[in-house]
């Protein structure tokens, strides 16, 4: 341990005394605490902001990083999902066509249609209002031959 000479005051020596009493140490090791406590007080002083600073720049760069995950995991959601719509938009459109070619080839010989395409169209549609869209797609098709594409 190293040694050090400190020159005092007497008001404060005879402070430093009273208080080495009251805490029971001698006024060597009181001092010695003092000085302990207050140069590590001041070391904690200077070094806190650039700890301080660091431990925000670290924080910082943490945020940015699981930002930049973030929107890549969104923009892959996005298109995974887009993929997903164009595909169900095909196969309504598929299914579509095919209940509108059913419907129509049901029509041949009904009593009120005299063959004229509009009027069987308007037929048709009337049809699957009345049946809904998922009763047409189960009585007049099944879900393999869209599936295989064999429509």
Known sequence: MDRLTVRI????KRQLDMLAAKSGKAPAAFARDLIEQGVMNEAQRA????????IRDEF???LEQERVQR????DDLYCRLANELRLDMDDLR???GAALACALGLLEGSEGVDGH?????QLALERGLWLGFDGL???MMQDESIDDGTL
């Open 9 to 12: 005051d007497e008001d404060v």
């Open 47 to 54: 070094w806190a902001p650039l700890v301080r600073q660091a």
């Open 60 to 62: 910082d760069s943490f």
């Open 71 to 74: 929107e890549f995991s969104a």
């Open 94 to 96: 598929v299914l579509a």
């Open 117 to 121: 395409g509009g009027e069987r169209l």
């Open 137 to 139: 797609r189960h009585s």
